[in-house]
């Protein structure tokens, strides 16, 4: 694959505080990466270095093998989807599509081509002549996009853009953007806090923790083989299980097991391992589809959570003594 | 009157008293007549308003709007660097910022038209420093001609002009200006295409302050133009206080309103434009 982006030790602090102690990161051509990361992390920073909105303190930043470190924004070949659109509230639709054709002073005619046709593609077309504010969210949102990509940018920057939408729309729009970026080929950066669309979208996903790469993988590498106990809380939900002197274990709550204490643990059915904890259950929560379990440990008053299924053939109900079980394959260890 | 209307009574007293009494008084008096002494009979005439077309009067009224167009111009030119400057800074560094520029106001009015002779007359401050330099061997006129009023008119309204400018830059989304550089716009042409046409509303606002209050100022021309430039501010000033002809010079103040009336008006048509968008939003929800 080819590289489109590279950071080079790239650090930045704003006046004494440093947000990025140093990071070196390289995207790929064609690729949809996702910085993921609590609010605050430094993944925005790192998306606007890329589009030139912001400096690096110390460090380089390639674009195509280009070091644009010192180049202003509206000489980048990058395009940016703000948080919150940023759409022009004077011009109408297809006038804030047009926009970047202008700056580039791309002829009349074939502007109105390419405004067409990423009019088409964001379904649009209905609206072009409405100005932002007589639009809802999600078509604004779309505006944001069809505003970018109609510059046939190397690479497409999107920060959180569906934060501020429903949850219907939002995963609506995310599918909507994984076949758009796929159907493009385009590279596409996304930035967002919300790991569930980071692992729906994404080939790649980048975790980051006070400016820090914390984890770089596949999602469903990243869901399964956490590299640390930051990644298995974030991404996902995580049991954890710690004893002096070894490794944190980490287990997923799909991955647990009950059965009733009174079980006799020497007469196992095959493909059965022995309770590692006995507890009582202390609560259920119904999400729909599952019910959470959670369960208070006797030897250290932990709580563990896992999951029934709505077909599970034994229901279990607060107080329930039972045992814990699970297969060692399916423990992951990491160093807190 | 329920819900604490009863509340805007002393407000509506106080506006039927002093303004909109007043007001209708003096429409009444300018389609009135007047003795030679000066005392006002209110027998009906449009004499008053046809007087005002006399070429004297229009004259003295062309070249009012021409230095109310000329200091509006000015005092736009000059007043939003000034506000783009002060919304530009540091945000500990604005409220000193406006503080500034509103200073000049802590003094009386009057005596900073006269601080200007001070500065602008004969043996006044400039002409003794240029001569001192040598770069002038006979003083310059600098007072009493158009132009001392056309500044002393800037100098006065400036701050007219900087302050609602200040509150529209101030208010940009500066986001919208990265989004245009991350569009390809210079800072040049993002201030062309983005910054200058969102800041039409407080250009409006104070180009309709500066204009209006320009338009009925006597004490500058009064003060810094001698006997040589009457505005019609001074004529209206004259007709009351030394011409004792009320009549006409209520005709005269109420073809300023109007005009000024006017003005407001297009003003609202401009900021009506902006924010149609938002008129038709509210609308649908």
Same mark, same amino acid.
């Given at each position: 694959m080819e590289e489109m982006i590279r950071l080079e030790n790239i650090t930045k602090k704003f006046d004494d505080n440093i947000i990025i102690p140093k990071i070196n990161l390289t995207i790929y051509d064609g690729e949809f990466v996702t910085l993921l990361g609590p609010s605050g992390c430094g993944k925005t920073t790192l998306l606007r270095m890329i589009a030139g909105l912001e400096t690096p303190t110390t460090g380089k930043v390639y674009i195509d093998n280009e070091d644009v470190t010192a180049l202003a924004p509206y000489k980048r070949n990058v395009n940016m989807v703000f948080q919150n659109y940023a759409l022009f509230p004077h011009m109408t639709v297809r006038e804030n599509i047009r926009f970047g054709l202008l700056m580039k002073k791309v002829p009349r005619e074939e502007q109105d081509q390419r405004i067409d046709q990423v009019l088409y593609l964001t379904q649009l077309e209905k609206l072009q002549d409405r100005l932002p504010q007589q639009m809802s969210g999600g078509q604004q949102q779309r505006v944001a996009i069809a505003r970018a990509l109609v510059n046939n940018p190397k690479v497409l920057l999107l920060d959180e853009p569906l934060g501020a939408l429903d949850y219907k729309l939002r995963k609506k729009m995310q599918l909507e953007l994984k076949n758009l970026q796929h159907g493009l080929g385009l590279t596409f950066i996304y930035v967002t806090h919300d790991q569930e669309e980071a692992l729906t979208m994404s080939d790649r996903v980048i975790i980051i923790n006070a400016g820090r790469i914390e984890q770089d993988d596949a999602p469903n590498k990243l869901y399964n083989e956490p590299a640390s106990t930051f990644v298995a809380n974030f991404v996902g939900e995580s049991n954890f299980f710690t004893e002096e002197n070894s490794p944190t274990i980490v287990i997923r709550p799909e991955k647990i097991n009950l059965r009733p204490e009174e079980v006799d643990e020497t007469k196992l059915p095959e493909g059965q391992a022995p309770s590692k904890y006995f507890g009582t259950v202390v609560d259920l929560v119904f999400c729909g589809n599952i019910d959470k379990v959670y369960v208070r440990l006797d030897n250290n008053n932990q709580i563990v959570m896992t999951y029934q299924y709505f077909d599970d053939v034994k229901r279990w109900q607060i107080d329930d003594r039972v045992g814990i079980w699970w297969f060692d394959k399916d423990e992951v260890k990491v160093n807190a | 009157?329920?819900?604490?209307k009863l509340l805007v009574a002393p407000a509506i007293v106080w506006l039927i008293i002093f303004f909109a009494i007043p007001m209708l008084m003096v429409v009444a008096v300018s389609f009135a007549t007047r003795t030679p002494y000066g005392q006002v009979i209110f027998k009906f005439t449009l004499g008053n308003y046809v007087r005002f077309l006399e070429p004297l009067y229009l004259k003295i009224f062309a070249s009012t709007l021409v230095t109310a167009v000329v200091t509006t111009v000015f005092t736009f030119l000059m007043g939003y660097p000034v506000a783009y400057a002060i919304a530009k800074l540091p945000k500990k560094w604005q409220q000193p910022g406006l503080i500034v520029v509103m200073i000049?106001?802590? @003094?009386?009015?009057?005596? =900073? +038209?006269?601080?200007? &002779?001070? @500065? $602008? =007359? +004969?043996? *006044? &401050? &400039?002409? #003794? @420093?240029? $001569?001192? $330099? *040598? $770069? @002038? #061997?006979?003083p310059l006129s600098l007072l009493y001609n158009d132009y001392a009023v056309t500044l002393g008119m800037i100098y006065a309204l400036l701050p007219f002009m900087v302050l609602p400018i200040y509150v529209s830059i101030e208010q940009l989304d500066k986001r919208l200006l990265e989004a245009a550089s991350d569009l390809g716009a210079s800072p040049l042409v993002a201030f062309q295409k983005i910054t200058l046409p969102l800041t039409m509303p407080g250009i409006a606002a104070g180009s309709i302050l500066v204009f209006i209050s320009s338009l009925g100022m006597f004490v500058v021309p009064d003060v810094m133009g001698g006997a040589k430039s009457a505005l019609i501010g001074n004529l209206i000033q004259n007709q009351f206080l030394s011409a004792r002809d009320w009549p006409f010079g209520s005709a005269l103040s109420i073809v300023l309103a109007i005009l000024a009336l006017v003005l407001i008006m297009l003003y609202y048509r401009v900021l009506q434009q902006q924010k149609g968008g938002q008129k038709h939003e509210e609308k649908l929800a």
């Open positions: - | 009157m329920k819900n604490g000049p106001f802590w @003094i009386n009015f009057l005596i =900073r +038209s006269y601080a200007w &002779v001070i @500065i $602008l =007359r +004969s043996q *006044g &401050v &400039v002409n #003794t @420093i240029l $001569l001192k $330099l *040598g $770069l @002038i #061997t006979q």
